[in-house]
Nanobody, 124 residues
Framework: QVQLVESGGGLVQAGGSRRLSCAAS????????MGWFRQAPGKEREFVAG????????YYSDSVKGRFTISRDSARNTVYLQMDSLKPEDTAVYYC?????????????????WGQGTQVTVSS
């Protein structure tokens, strides 16, 4: 059974920081890029950040570039999303996912395994 479990969500004031974690279990994810997506009410799920396990190459959406940092701990099979300078528009449910397709890291349909999501609310 493949499992991705996110944690770290909560309420934070604008300008503050939060770190999300995604623990992977059930199989080895060392070959697959991992990504963070988010979905706000009434909006489509969108790409936030991605990382490859091997080289640690990172990718970011323009909306979070310079504020969010994705990283991974291969020994713990865990991916992190450090979120700084948070804005109210960052409010969403954040999901981590494992990419098994060969397409772009930013493309949602390339990801097969998803966590249950964790809510991040940024107050103004």
């Amino acid at each position: 059974q493949v499992q991705l479990v996110e944690s770290g969500g909560g309420l934070v004031q604008a300008g503050g920081s939060r770190r999300l974690s995604c623990a992977a279990s059930g199989r080895t994810f060392s070959r697959y890029p991992m990504g963070w997506f988010r979905q706000a009410p009434g909006k489509e799920r969108e790409f936030v950040a991605g990382i490859t396990w091997s080289a640690g190459t990172t990718y970011y959406s323009d909306s979070v570039k310079g504020r969010f940092t994705i990283s991974r701990d291969s020994a713990r099979n865990t991916v992190y999303l450090q979120m700084d300078s948070l804005k109210p528009e960052d409010t969403a449910v954040y999901y981590c996912a494992a990419k098994v397709g060969d397409g772009s890291v930013m493309r949602r349909l390339e990801y097969r395994y998803w966590g249950q999501g964790t809510q991040v609310t940024v107050s103004s």
